[in-house]
């Protein structure tokens, strides 16, 4: 990978500035481009084993097919991993994305490395709509211009795509509808994390109740593979003529084979299954010595707790679908203002506490999806919270008696 890097960023500058002499100034040549030379393509790439490639990816391929004539790769989803504090920005939605330009060839073997297909969708442009489009792209590509605010659900690689090829169509786009199901965002992305069940309960973990919405034909579209189909039953209207907005689809890069990573043996629902036996068992143990276990209770508040910070923090996040999320209920910091108590066996009414947001929490999983197997957390949250409700009223009891 770092050896793909360094040719990246050797050959970017060269691809840049030969692109934006080709269209600068473009007044003076617009009569000399012959722009029916020129193939202006939406390439579409499946998914590869990288966490940032789950859900595929899209870009533009300008080629003009004259002899030595340039073939670039645009693409909206240049980042920087090792830029300062580029996590917590992402978690934020503070991140920066960028426009590259670099050789369609370098483009071509990076994804075939990857095993991964690239689909081509040659578009059906008047050479008026090519030479709008190189233009546009031209100018997306200066320094002030080709960074971007990057939003996953509303603005990003595939949905700049679209915009800015739409933009510079002269007709109106007419998109075929596909069917009466409007899934939600969090179905849509159950879809293309079904192979990561570890994703996909990261993800679920962050998505709030607004992910759980019905989403409409365009808003589907983030997706890579939602907007190949769109593009392919699109028509153009212009006039009282329609002509199809793509031309030719052929395969960039055929599927190869995929190098796969080694996971966590256990999936995260096995894993709360798990904790809840776990947890079981040992509400029975202590029931029966009508004794809490002071290391079992830690645990259970250090899990919570922990989860609570990073879900606290979503609260203020950029991020429209995860800014209310009903697992904030259970999953929440209270825990560890409670944690010194617990741990010197002091009276408190944490556990009073927890049991009410538990009951909550279990209700509130009507209207919103939670991660899977997050119950079973909060089943032995409740168990101990009955157990520790219990206790009390037996030593509340022999007091009473010891008085009398």
């Not at 966490?51 to 004259?66: E, K, N, P, W």
């Not at 003529?241 to 890069?253: D, F, G, M, S």
Request: aromatic share 14%.
């Amino acid at each position: 990978m770092k050896h793909l890097e360094i040719i990246f960023n050797a050959l970017k500058g060269c691809f840049i500035t030969l692109f934006l002499a080709t269209v600068t100034p473009m007044a003076a040549q617009q009569d000399s481009l012959r722009m029916d030379s020129v193939e202006i393509s939406l390439l579409t790439c499946q998914p590869h084993d990288e966490v940032y490639s789950l859900y595929g990816h899209t870009a533009i391929r300008y080629h003009d097919l004259r002899k030595d004539g340039i073939d670039i790769a645009f693409n909206y989803g240049i980042f920087d991993f090792k830029k300062s504090f580029f996590v917590l920005r992402f978690v934020f939605g503070l991140t920066d994305y960028e426009l590259g330009a670099y050789s369609y060839r370098f483009f071509q073997e990076e994804y075939r490395r990857f095993g991964s297909m690239v689909t081509e969708q040659v578009l059906n442009l008047t050479d008026e709509e090519k030479a709008v489009l190189q233009q546009a792209l031209a100018v997306n590509m200066k320094s002030e211009n080709r960074v971007y605010r990057y939003n996953y659900f509303y603005n990003n690689c595939t949905t700049k795509a679209r915009d800015i090829i739409e933009k510079c169509i002269t007709g109106k786009i007419e998109y075929e509808s596909r069917d009466d199901y409007a899934p939600t965002f969090r179905e849509m992305v159950h879809e293309m994390t079904r192979d990561n069940p570890w994703a996909r309960f990261g993800n679920d973990l962050l998505l709030g109740i607004k992910a759980d919405s019905k989403t409409t034909m365009r808003q589907q579209e983030f997706l890579p593979y939602n907007l190949m189909y769109d593009f392919d039953h699109a028509q153009i209207y212009l006039y009282g003529q329609y002509r199809p907005l793509v031309k030719e689809r052929r395969i960039a890069v055929p599927a190869g084979v995929r190098m796969v990573k080694s996971e966590i043996p256990l999936t995260p629902l096995e894993c709360m299954v798990i904790l809840l036996g776990i947890g079981l068992i040992l509400f029975l143990i202590e029931w029966k010595k009508q004794k809490a276990f002071v290391v079992w209770d830690v645990l259970l508040m250090l899990i919570t707790g922990i989860i609570g910070i990073v879900l606290f923090l979503m609260l203020f996040s950029q991020h429209p679908t995860v800014s209310l999320n009903l697992q904030f209920i259970l999953l929440n910091p209270l825990s560890l203002f409670f944690l010194w108590q617990v741990l010197n066996s002091k009276r408190t009414r944490y556990w009073h506490i927890t049991a009410v947001l538990c009951v909550l929490f279990l209700i509130g999983g009507l209207f919103q999806s939670y991660a899977e197997g997050i119950w079973s957390l909060a089943l032995c949250l409740l168990l101990q919270s009955i157990l520790h409700l219990k206790v009390k009223n037996e030593k509340s009891k022999v007091k009473r008696n010891n008085e009398k």
